[in-house]
T-cell receptor, first 114, second 111 residues
């Protein structure tokens, strides 16, 4: 497909467990973004990559959150020792570096920490 | 820090115009965006405006920007039931590519 895809679509885990969320951006998009969205809120920026490197990780809430993009395409968001407050929809977006920074969003991964 | 505020709800009758308002704090934002989110669907970019413009029209959509007051609005003409969704205002943070988002305005269109 031509859009941003995210897997899994839903993830239920127990408090204290480790989770990985995957994002496949649009082919050729250099920039990749992670946001999270809680119920009734707007997306909250977490991190963005330009190629393989994190250009801005100022939104990661604490050191339990980490993201990688080793080959400049697929990205994985990793959350250690999950807490109930981590429950949210995690959104991935990608964009080209040219033009108006139109960010194309995936459908999100709904994470529920019990 | 940067902040974006929107009214939370708007209800209109089918065929009327809808106006959704947004205020922001970061005067260095270069692009300002309106995204639409429908139930079960991803965020979709509706339109955007560059900070050196004060108006942009795109079919039924009109965006107005008052840079002095840091106020952005989205007008939807001839609103249809299919326009029912949550509309988000988002601005880039200075020269950064990350977006700062409002809470979203839930638009209900009544037949």
């Amino acid at each position: 497909g031509a859009g941003v895809s995210q897997t899994p679509s839903n993830k239920v885990t127990e408090k204290g467990k480790y989770v990985e969320l995957r994002c496949d951006p649009i082919s050729g998009h250099t920039a990749l973004y992670w946001y999270r969205q809680s119920l009734g809120q707007g997306p909250e920026f977490l991190i963005y990559f330009q190629g393989t490197g994190a250009a801005d990780d100022s939104g990661l809430p604490n050191d339990r959150f980490f993201a990688v993009r080793p080959e400049g395409s697929v990205s994985t968001l990793k959350i250690q020792r999950t807490e109930r407050g981590d429950s949210a929809v995690y959104l991935c977006a990608s964009s080209s570096l040219a033009g108006v920074n139109e960010q194309f969003f995936g459908p999100g991964t709904r994470l529920t920490v019990l | 820090g940067e902040d974006v505020e929107q009214s939370l709800f708007l209800s209109v009758r089918e065929g009327d115009s809808s106006v959704i308002n947004c205020t922001y704090t970061d005067s260095s934002s270069t692009y300002l965006y309106w995204y639409k989110q429908e139930p079960g669907a991803g965020l979709q970019l509706l339109t955007y405006i560059f900070s050196n413009m004060d108006m942009k029209q795109d079919q039924r959509l009109t965006v107005l920007l008052n840079k002095k007051d840091k106020h952005l609005s989205l007008r939807i003409a001839d609103t249809q039931t299919g326009d029912s969704a949550i509309y988000f205002c988002a601005v880039n943070a200075g020269n950064n590519r990350k977006l700062i988002w409002g809470l979203g305005t839930s638009l209900a269109v009544n037949p």
